[in-house]
Nanobody, 115 residues
């Protein structure tokens, strides 16, 4: 079951940029917070960026200064602007929404960064 839908992944060169989008518009369940995670085979899924109120948006140390998360509550969209991409950013990126009915997840979008 696809509860959230990510898009915008693809191939980029080191130093390039991509913008990921997460669409939660198919559901009208109130969302308390949203976040971006990423996962590489053999590693646990890690939190990349969190958007809640409060606190202000927070980021993993590895992406601070390069990634920016934003949210459009009216359209139920979450974005992740990724600048100065590096090969270590290569992963499947997942959108997460925390609701009163539990966590919702997308199926992921692949981001590949070449040297």
């Amino acid at each position: 079951q696809v509860q959230l839908q990510e898009s915008g992944g693809g191939l980029a060169q080191a130093g390039g940029s991509l913008r990921l989008s997460c669409d939660a518009s198919r559901s009208t369940i109130p969302i308390n917070a949203m976040a971006w995670y990423r996962q590489t085979p053999g590693k646990e899924r890690e939190l990349v960026a969190y958007f809640g109120s409060p606190p202000s948006p927070t980021y993993a140390d590895s992406v601070k200064g390069r990634f920016t998360v934003s949210r459009d509550k009216t359209r139920r969209l979450l974005y992740l602007q990724m600048n100065n991409l590096q090969p270590e950013d290569t992963a499947v990126y997942y959108c997460n929404a925390r609701t009163s009915w539990g966590d919702k997840w997308g199926q992921g979008t692949q981001v590949t960064v070449s040297s």
